[in-house]
């Protein structure tokens, strides 16, 4: 009837334009009057269904923003009231001269320290060695392992381990997320920057002939591939290629099809991961012969009990025109250490360079070399991997030019170098601007030992959440027992059933959740381990919440895809995830790269945790504050309608030591290297209360660590919205 009055209107005109036709004009004008009287109802209910209001009530969404506006202004007034509380600012200032609890451990924590040697930094304890490697070459080891042998460091002489301090800061808080103990971190250790980072140049460090080291001679690289190969009996010595794209899949031949259709596609074109493998590959020392491969596997024949072990390479992403700080070297150093040289090549260290412009010319010798002299430091030109975006373009071509840029597809170049390098397990996503406060090799074990127990029952609930132990109680009782509860039978067992995808993980081995005692997954690696909960990003107000391409058909919408995500995006990933997200990008299926991960894990029902890593808060919050606001969504997830990831909510971090929007990190790493920073650190600070000293942690954003002027005061000036 709406569309017949429309009609009339415009009848209505052209009758109007007729001189000779004003009565009949006027009857024409009385009749539209008449029918959208007799049609209010119907034209009210045209204008409900496209979204505007018909009556005084405000609509859904209003009714929405002005709740998070409210919940908003509440979290400021509580936030502001804690400042004049106890506890604000006990996160900063603890020193060597104010430890407490420094023989309160467990035996297994215990047995990883030395005996105490002389330091002149405090008059009242002494740093020792701390030791948190396996008893390599042990009876126990050995009955497992092939034998582990040491390697040479930068000094030219056999690695050695850091120093501690027992104990902790006297009235350090508790951490407001996660715990120590489940992760079975000791707690009461405190890392002083001397003996953390003096071998990694923060003190003069001589090599085995007594001279200073000039770092630049230093070949990472080199050092790295020796060290592996010396230990080689203890890998394994053929890679297995991605199951998830072999010729006879429909990937494959999709794929194939869309190049064949391509205006750009050149039929001799060499294909991009052989490009990219030969420069990529280009500082490896030459693989051993079949025959030294073959010797190797028979040596594990000869006893069925030894197991070879994983490996794992750590991506840390850099990019061209970025400024590396003295710090940065040192921390780069200590990775490569304690990661790579101490574990006789458990782990490799790769610095993971992103050419910003795609103009410069990369994928030839001279220009490879060119690129490597201009941006990346001479010590670390060995272990630089070089990328951009038109490789990724090549590699990726069904996504859209959007997902494949490095803020939506961040994981592409990823994907890529496990797609080449197959002898790596796992590789971990590491941010440049995090810093470890602690042994990396003690943290990054744990949290992959926490992964491995993790039972799959009720895996992806208890990941959406924050643990607050103040609140929550003992993590696998408590925590488990309370989550349960608030979902029900609400809860994800298997992947979900989604038209437009086929998983590849394992089926649940009983039909219910309920039938399982927590045995399904326990011993079985994490395909994922994120650092903060995965959250459901839906209704969550989160910014790039919506950013899909693909996974979707003509009776699947795009927006029914169940997703979930995890703010930054520093994680490890196993091979078969990677595979995975390799071969549903070859498809074109993609999300934003906070979601990829995730996203793809939850589909194809793979393993994924969030390892509660301990987060500090700069002021006393309780733990029923803690919930309220970061556990805010349905049911106590941290996903959905009143998320702390939304945009304008993301202020409920300012005061945590892990977000991309926090004040913390940096001030807590800037005291710790001895910069003044708010009134405290700096040399007159610490001759008055010693030196910084911190337990183990993990900290984020940490931009550009140097020297400070008097009166410095870090500041965020990021947006919350």
């Not at 991605?242 to 869309?258: E, G, Q």
Request: contains cysteine; charged residues 25%; proline residues 7%.
């Amino acid at each position: 009837m709406l569309m017949k009055a429309m009609l009339v209107k415009s009848q209505a005109r052209r009758v109007l334009g007729r001189p000779r036709g004003l009565l009949p004009a006027l009857l024409v004008v009385l009749l539209v009057c008449w029918l959208g009287l007799v049609n209010q109802d119907r034209i009210q209910q045209r204008v409900r269904f496209l979204g505007r209001p018909q009556s005084n009530e405000r609509d859904p969404d209003e009714r929405r923003d002005l709740e998070l506006q409210a919940q908003k202004k509440i979290f400021e007034t509580e936030r502001d009231l804690l400042e004049r509380q106890a506890g604000y600012g006990a996160l900063y200032g603890g020193t060597i001269e104010n430890l407490v609890d420094q023989d309160v451990r467990r035996p297994s924590e215990a047995e990883q320290l030395g005996q105490a040697l002389n330091d002149t930094a405090s008059d009242k304890t002494q740093p020792v060695i701390f030791d948190p490697y396996p008893q390599y070459n042990s009876r126990d080891w050995r009955a497992r392992h092939a034998a582990y042998v040491p390697c040479l460091g930068a000094t030219g002489r056999v690695v050695e381990d850091i120093r501690v301090y027992k104990g902790r800061p006297a009235n350090f808080p508790d951490p407001g997320f996660g715990s120590y103990n489940i992760l079975g971190l000791d707690r009461n250790l405190c890392f002083e920057r001397d003996t953390r980072m003096g071998q990694y140049g923060l003190s003069p460090v001589l090599d085995k002939h007594g001279l200073e080291i000039d770092w630049d001679n230093v070949s990472w690289g080199k050092l790295q591939h020796e060290c592996r190969d010396a230990n080689r009996a203890r890998y394994a010595p053929t890679n297995p290629k991605n199951p998830y794209i072999t010729p006879d899949t429909d990937v494959s031949a999709d794929l194939k099809r869309d190049i064949d259709d391509s205006e750009d596609y050149d039929d001799g074109e060499e294909p991009i991961l052989t490009t990219v493998a030969r420069f990529w590959r280009r500082m490896a020392q030459p693989s051993r012969r079949k025959s030294e491969r073959m010797t190797a596997a028979s040596k594990r024949d000869k006893n069925a009990t030894i197991e070879y072990e994983p490996r794992t390479a750590l991506l840390l992403r850099a990019f061209t025109g970025k400024t590396y700080t003295e710090n940065d070297k040192m921390v780069i150093r200590s990775l490569i250490t304690e990661l790579s040289l101490r574990s006789g090549g458990e782990f490799e260290v790769f610095l993971f360079v992103h050419v910003r412009d795609n103009e410069q010319d990369i994928w030839s010798d001279a220009g490879y070399e060119k690129a490597l002299e201009e941006h990346v430091p001479e010590e670390f030109r060995s272990i630089a991997i070089l990328w951009n975006e038109v490789a990724v373009d090549h590699m990726y071509p069904r996504l859209t030019p959007k997902a494949r840029k490095v803020h939506n597809g961040q994981f592409c170049p990823v994907q890529m170098f496990m797609q080449e390098f197959r002898e790596f397990d796992y590789v971990w996503n590491w941010e440049m601007d995090s810093r470890v406060v602690g042994h990396h090799y003690d943290v990054l074990t744990k949290l992959g030992e926490f992964g491995k127990n993790q039972p799959r029952r009720g895996i992806w609930e208890r990941s959406d959440r924050y643990y607050i132990p103040s609140y929550h109680g003992s993590y696998d009782l408590q925590f488990r027992a309370t989550v349960e509860r608030a979902v029900g039978s609400d809860t994800i067992w298997g992947p979900p059933s989604i038209p437009v995808v086929k998983p590849v993980g394992p089926k649940p081995p009983v039909a219910t959740p309920e039938e399982d005692d927590y045995k399904w997954g326990v011993g079985e690696e994490a395909d994922l381990i994120e650092l903060a909960p995965m959250f459901d990003v839906v209704n969550s107000g989160w910014v790039m919440r919506n950013q899909v391409w693909g996974y979707r058909s003509q009776n699947f919408p795009w927006g029914r895809l169940p997703r979930r995500a995890t703010i930054i995006t520093q994680s490890r990933i196993s091979r078969r995830l990677i595979d995975v997200m390799h071969a549903e990008d070859l498809r074109g299926n993609h999300v934003a790269s906070e979601m990829v991960a995730q996203t793809t894990a939850l589909l194809h029902g793979l393993k994924a945790v969030h390892a509660p890593m301990p987060v500090f808060f700069d002021r006393a919050w309780s733990g029923a504050s803690l919930a309220k606001w970061f556990n805010g969504g349905p049911n106590g997830q941290s996903g959905s309608f009143g998320s702390a990831m939304g945009w304008g909510q993301e202020g409920r971090y300012l005061g945590s030591t892990w977000y991309y929007r926090a004040r913390p990190p940096q001030r807590l790493y800037n005291n710790w290297m001895g910069y003044e920073d708010t009134e405290i650190g700096g040399d007159e600070w610490e001759a008055m209360h010693g030196r910084p000293c911190l337990p183990a942690m993990i900290l984020h954003p940490i931009k550009e660590v140097k020297p400070t002027e008097k009166g410095y005061a870090t500041d965020i000036n990021l947006p919350f919205g």
